[in-house]
Structure formats: C-alpha cells, structure tokens
C-alpha cells in the first residue's frame, strides 16, 4: 500500500476528486498534489517551506483559522498558492499582485474587490470541503427566512426563490 506523509490525510470532494490537507502544524495546507508520488510530495514540501520562510522573513501573523492552498506542476520546483482566511472568507497573498495578473475582472473600489475575493473563496470551499460551515449555514438559513416572510407578505418579492422553496431549503438544512 502507499502511505501519505505524515500529518496528511486524504480527503474527497463531492466530484470525487482526490485532495489532501494537513492540520498537523501551525500553517495548515491544503493541495489537490498527489501527494503518493514521492516526488512531487518532495515539492510540495519544499513550497511549503518556502511560503513558512517567507511568513517568518515579512515578520506577518497569519489569522487564526487560515489555510493555504499549494500547487506543483512537477515539471520545475515552482508553485502557486494562495491563502484562505475563513474568518473574513477572503483569498489573499504574502506579496502585492495586480488583480488582473490574477485572472480577477476589473473592479472599481476596494469593496468590489473584496467581493471578488470573496467569490474564491467560497470556491475554494466548494473544492475542498474538508471544514464544517456551520456560521455559513447559520446565514443561509436566515436568509432565506427573511426571503419566505418577504415572498408572504409582497406582493412584489425580488428573492428569486418562492416561499414555499425556502422552506423546503430550510428545512434540508
């Protein structure tokens, strides 16, 4: 059989696709990286390095339930990353990018920006659903009640969903 390294384990999206995390040290890291294959787990590690020394050498301190995401190709010793701060459910770097080097539409405002963050975020989650949403679910939940008492009580409801829909979500949830 092939053993993960330590610390990892290994998780599966709801596509099915394989994703390993690792919770063991301070940073936790998440890669879609098989990590059975020797060498790119090597890879992944030294990235992981690096992104700690770069932490350590910028002198930051990371918020408390933060995550990042690691990628090798394999093909070089370079990787991507990101970083998911859960609490503000945003995406974001050690280093100053240009939005649009990031594949992020143009925006207008800092606020803006935000929201397309944002928007990765919660792809991010979509991928690797290895966390509990509770406090996400506590909001949809209350969102769609304001949405049934609106569609009860208008006549001219904008929520796209009808009450009797909201209360069947509701209730899935």
């Known amino acids: 059989p092939v053993y ?3 610390g990892w384990r290994q998780c599966v999206n709801p596509e099915g696709a394989l994703y390993y995390v690792n919770e063991k040290d301070a940073l936790r890291v998440v890669t879609d990286v098989p990590l059975t294959k020797g060498d ?9 390095q690096r992104i700690q020394a770069e932490i350590q050498m910028l ?29 503000s459910r945003a995406e974001f770097w050690l280093q100053d ?4 080097s990031l594949g992020l539409p143009a925006v ?6 935000r ?7 919660w792809m991010h989650v979509e991928y690797f659903p290895h966390r509990p949403v509770n406090r996400a679910r506590e909001e949809l939940v209350d969102i769609l009640r304001q949405a049934r008492s609106d569609q009860l009580t208008s006549d001219n409801s904008t929520f796209v969903l009808d009450a009797d829909k909201c209360a069947k979500y509701i209730q899935l949830l």
Do not use: F, M, R, W
């Open 108 to 113: 207008a405002s800092a606020e803006h920006l």
């Open 97 to 100: 990018y240009n939005s649009t």
């Open 40 to 48: 790119l787990c090597d890879k992944i590690d030294l990235c992981i």
């Open 59 to 87: 002198g930051l301190h990371l918020p408390s339930d933060c995550e990042v995401y690691v990628h090798t190709d394999g093909s070089t010793n370079s990787c991507s990353y990101y970083l998911i701060d859960h609490d």
């Open 4 to 6: 993960l390294p330590e």
């Open 115 to 121: 929201y397309a963050l944002q928007e990765h975020y």
